[in-house]
T-cell receptor, first 110, second 110 residues
Framework: SQQGEEDPQALSIQEGENATMNCSYKTSINNLQWYRQNSGRGLVHLILIRSNEREKHSGRLRVTLDTSKKSSSLLITASRAADTASYFC??????????FGAGTTVTVRA | DGGITQSPKYLFRKEGQNVTLSCEQNLNHDAMYWYRQDPGQGLRLIYYSQIVNDFQKGDIAEGYSVSREKKESFPLTVTSAQKNPTAFYLCASSKEYAQHFGDGTRLSIL
């Protein structure tokens, strides 16, 4: 069963705008990860945030984690056409096993 | 460059036929995984292996089989018992938490 659930399902923004997507999960976690998937390709790991961290940055990405609300958000700043992809959150309810949400599809318009 | 190679990229199966999807990694990772992805959905875990000669069922193992005779290789067989095999299959490996993915095999029914 899917542990994480992303919101919204789809997002369309203008190039240069920020994109924000959210992930909610059900059980306690050790860490939460975000992945990107371009159409027809495999997933690429973007960032990992541990359960004792509240915020993490990587380039134009900012991830927050609120374990009391069992939720995380991914912010992509100054979006580019190359950011067009699906974004998935993944949690680790069991060692080594990740549980993925259904993803948020982001379209960046030129 | 290190990475994960999945082959073939496209595969067609006839009724009653078993097919094998290849997954090879040169990242020296101990753990390997097989996922199934259906349109608009997240990834569902089929099988995973944390060490050579050992593997465990994931959430949707019925109709699938795997082997792990070498650290580098984790082939997946889709048997005739899997009644709805049409999907995008992704292989991944990991050393710790982040998973590295191949570019997938798209399996269709003839």
């Amino acid at each position: 069963s899917q542990q994480g659930e992303e919101d919204p399902q789809a997002l369309s923004i203008q190039e240069g705008e920020n994109a924000t997507m959210n992930c909610s999960y059900k059980t306690s976690i050790n860490n939460l990860q975000w992945y990107r998937q371009n159409s027809g390709r495999g997933l690429v790991h973007l960032i990992l945030i541990r359960s004792n961290e509240r915020e993490k940055h990587s380039g134009r990405l900012r991830v927050t984690l609120d374990t009391s609300k069992k939720s995380s958000s991914l912010l992509i700043t100054a979006s580019r056409a190359a950011d067009t992809a699906s974004y998935f959150c993944a949690t680790d309810p069991n060692d080594y096993k990740l549980s993925f949400g259904a993803g948020t599809t982001v379209t960046v318009r030129a | 460059d290190g990475g994960i190679t999945q082959s073939p990229k496209y595969l067609f199966r006839k009724e009653g036929q078993n097919v094998t999807l290849s997954c090879e990694q040169n990242l020296n990772h101990d753990a390997m995984y097989w996922y199934r992805q259906d349109p608009g959905q997240g990834l569902r875990l089929i099988y995973y292996s944390q060490i050579v000669n050992d593997f465990q069922k994931g959430d949707i193992a019925e109709g699938y089989s795997v082997s792990r005779e070498k650290k580098e290789s984790f082939p997946l067989t889709v048997t005739s018992a899997q009644k709805n095999p049409t999907a995008f299959y992704l292989c991944a490996s990991s050393k710790e938490y982040a998973q590295h993915f191949g570019d997938g095999t798209r399996l269709s029914i003839l």
